[in-house]
């Protein structure tokens, strides 16, 4: 049966990374036609201090319910009823609020509902006039239309169950909208993703999909595809593998090599320590990013409750990015 399951993990292995040569319409995937191509890239935007303190290589981390929002695999091991939610305050007053539950299910798997919503915050609205009552400002005549307020959001139903004591699967049906309110669309998208666990040092390997939608959409003459990401992770105590392991402390290093369809290959690094599993300090750093880099945080567990906080460092005076989240476990 091991030997049936391992080789399964291969190949699902082989075929995602197969993935990044086909489109999400099934076509060759042209790696310098598709730079930049991609919409929808609020989708792209990562949820909860864990993973984004540890420069986005979450891959591998399960165990807790932001594991919907970047490896459904992830939530498999759990036995409790999580519930979270959290806080990004973007730049340019974008604000991106996320809500998800596990349900654990004995003997049938565990089941998921997640769900984001973005805040562009308010745009002021204008046109060339046709004639009529208008403006000056710099010399250009324009008319002014009132304050609007785009937004997005997604809603994800989620399945995940351990199909032994070392591998675990797991898939996200979710449906993405964007309200630019002079227009706006709405698809349905696909992640999915496994986690090996080699049992010994927390060894763990990875492999996901993001974003797989279904349809090429269009606004007004322009078409786009959803922001198709595969991922590969890794990460182990190397307390542990160094020989030096404490029932009290753990030092997790994890490293991820991402293909988004938009964009070259990156390498997200990330470290946690852990203390009791009750505190956790975590830093990373994000490699091929135009002006992303360095990301920070901590988190703090007492009675059911999770805390954490993670900071992320932007340059090209974008400044930075903080993030907030609460999770109970039941």
Do not use: C
């Amino acid at each position: 049966m091991k030997r049936i399951i391992n080789g399964f993990y291969i190949i699902v292995f082989i075929t995602l990374l197969q993935g990044p040569v086909f489109s999400q319409g099934g076509l060759i995937f042209d790696d310098f036609e598709k730079v930049g191509q991609a919409g929808f890239k609020f989708l792209s935007i990562g949820v909860g201090t864990r993973n984004t303190a540890m420069g986005g290589a979450g891959a591998t981390n399960e165990g807790d319910a932001v594991s919907l929002f970047w490896n459904p695999a992830g939530v498999a091991s759990m036995k409790t009823i999580t519930t979270y939610v959290g806080h990004t305050q973007w730049f340019a007053d974008i604000s991106q609020t996320s809500l998800s539950a596990v349900l654990p299910v004995a003997n049938v798997g565990n089941f998921g509902l997640s769900f984001t919503y973005m805040d562009y915050g308010n745009i002021e609205r204008t046109a060339i006039p046709s004639g009529g009552a208008s403006s000056w400002e710099d010399g250009i005549a324009y008319v002014d239309l009132g304050i609007i307020k785009p937004s997005a959001l997604t809603v994800g139903l989620s399945y995940s169950k351990a199909l032994t004591d070392r591998f675990e699967i797991g898939g996200t049906l979710k449906y993405a909208y964007e309200n630019l309110v002079v227009m706006n669309k709405g698809t349905f998208a696909i992640d999915f993703g496994t986690i090996y666990n080699a049992g010994v040092h927390d060894l763990k390997i990875a492999v996901v999909m993001q974003h797989f939608g279904f349809e090429e959409l269009n606004y007004i003459n322009q078409g786009f595809i959803l922001p198709l990401t595969f991922r590969v992770g890794f990460s182990g105590d190397i307390l542990s593998l160094s020989g030096l392991a404490s029932g009290t402390n753990k030092i997790i290093l994890a490293v991820e090599a991402v293909k988004p369809i938009d964009y070259s290959e990156r390498i997200h690094l990330g470290m946690e320590y852990l203390y009791n599993d009750m505190i956790a300090l975590r830093a990373g750093y994000r490699f091929n990013y135009d002006s992303e880099n360095i990301t920070l945080g901590f988190s703090v567990k007492y009675m059911g409750f999770d805390i954490g906080y993670s900071f992320a460092n932007f340059t090209n005076n974008f400044g930075s990015v903080n993030r907030f989240d609460l999770q109970y476990y039941f």
